[in-house]
Every structure is written in structure tokens, then in C-alpha cells.
Antibody
Framework: EVQLVESGGGLIQPGGSLRLSCAASGFSVTNSYMSWVRQAPGKGLEWVSIIYSGGNTYYAYSVKGRFTISRDNSENTIYLQMKSLRAEDTAVYFC????????????WGQGTLVTVSS | DIQMTQSPSTLSATVGDRVTITCRASQSIGALLAWYQQKPGKAPKLLIYKASSLESGVPSRFSGSGSGTEFTLTISSLQPDDFATYYCQQYNSYWTFGQGTKVEIQ
């Protein structure tokens, strides 16, 4: 069964750092396009970052320079390192997979909540 | 950046209704558009990709159409399980979601 499980969310003070993890099973992250999408409380979906199967990475303007996406092939896991966190980064962060770059995000995790507050 | 605008923001309907949601892109995106369904507290679910391709396992009452800048998601006969929020997403240039359309019980 294809599955994604996020972890690492929590309460963090403004300016702090946090690393989210997304453990994949049932497929290889190296053969897929792995992304992070977030949703602020009561708001819509916002794409955050993606790592291609070839290793290229891309970021939304709102997080560029502060967030870093990476993967551990041996652990079949994706990470999102977040630094200089702001109140507006408060959201549920979903990990998502695109099996094909032309096919949309076909598999999603359950999400992990990040709350940035003093 | 490509902006995606959905209409309406909220739609009231009853079981059995034919429902249409529109999504407009600020510039041409070809057919690189997906539709998702999201229920409260849950992750989004892919319904349609490449504007009109039905994702495996999704009921055939869902269909998508359009190209360029104007797209539609149609539910041919609304079922109780379909009351949810629907999002379009372009992936021609990076990835952008529409603001969502909530389908509620009339």
C-alpha cells in the first residue's frame, strides 16, 4: 500500500527552526516527485516546495531562503527544514507525491501541525 | 506567478443535482490542471489530472474539461459523500491552487 506519514510538527517560537519528516512506504521517493503543501487554519491550500526524482528542488516565494527540502534515499523519507519561522507559517503541512510530473499529487499524508507563536 | 480563481466560493445543492465549478487561470496553462476534493480534517484527494483524466478509483460522476485558461469540474449527480471543498491546481509553472469551492447541503 502506498502511504505517507508526516511527523515533526509542534509549537515553536517566532524565529525558531523545525524539521518535518515524511516517511514513504509502498514506493520509492527517488522515483517520484515529492512535495510539501500547507494549509493555514481555516484557509486554502498553498504549495510550499518540491523535490524532483532527479534531485532538483523548487520553492514558493514565501519560503525561499528559509525552507529546505531534502530526501534520504536509504530511509525513503523526505524532509522539510524550516528556519526563521514566522506566525504566518502556522499551518498543517502535508507531504504529497506526484507519480508523474503531469499527473497531479496522487498520494497525501495525514498532515502535521506547525504552530508558530510566542 | 499564475493565479487561479475559482467560482463560486460556496455552492448550495441537493442530492442528485448536477454541479459545475469553474476555475480560471491568469495565463494559459495548457491542460496542466488538477482537481482535488477535501473534507474537514482530512488530506486532499486527487480527482482529475491533466484537466480531464479521471484518477483511478474516482467515481465516473466526476468529470473535468477545459484548456488554456478556463476549466470546469462537473459532478453529474451529487451524492451525500460529495459535500466537501474542491480545489483546482495548475502545474504548468510551479504549482498554484485556487481558493476553493465549498459544496454544502441546500
Amino acid at each position: 500500500e502506498v502511504q505517507l506519514v508526516e511527523s515533526g510538527g509542534g509549537l515553536i517560537q517566532p524565529g525558531g527552526s523545525l524539521r518535518l519528516s515524511c516517511a514513504a512506504s509502498g514506493f520509492s521517493v527517488t522515483n517520484s516527485y515529492m512535495s510539501w503543501v500547507r494549509q493555514a487554519p481555516g484557509k486554502g491550500l498553498e504549495w510550499v516546495s518540491i523535490i524532483y526524482s532527479g534531485g532538483n528542488t523548487y520553492y514558493a516565494y514565501s519560503v525561499k531562503g528559509r525552507f529546505t527540502i531534502s530526501r534520504d534515499n536509504s530511509e525513503n523519507t523526505i524532509y522539510l527544514q524550516m528556519k526563521s519561522l514566522r506566525a504566518e507559517d502556522t499551518a498543517v503541512y502535508f507531504c504529497a507525491r506526484a507519480r508523474d510530473i503531469l499527473a497531479g499529487f496522487d498520494t497525501w499524508g495525514q498532515g502535521t501541525l506547525v504552530t508558530v507563536s510566542s | 506567478d499564475i493565479q487561479m480563481t475559482q467560482s463560486p466560493s460556496t455552492l448550495s445543492a441537493t442530492v442528485g443535482d448536477r454541479v459545475t465549478i469553474t476555475c480560471r487561470a491568469s495565463q494559459s496553462i495548457g491542460a496542466l490542471l488538477a482537481w482535488y476534493q477535501q473534507k474537514p480534517g482530512k488530506a486532499p484527494k486527487l480527482l482529475i489530472y491533466k484537466a480531464s483524466s479521471l484518477e483511478s478509483g474516482v467515481p465516473s460522476r466526476f468529470s473535468g474539461s477545459g484548456s488554456g485558461t478556463e476549466f470546469t469540474l462537473t459532478i453529474s449527480s451529487l451524492q451525500p459523500d460529495d459535500f466537501a471543498t474542491y480545489y483546482c491546481q495548475q502545474y504548468n509553472s510551479y504549482w498554484t491552487f485556487g481558493q476553493g469551492t465549498k459544496v454544502e447541503i441546500q
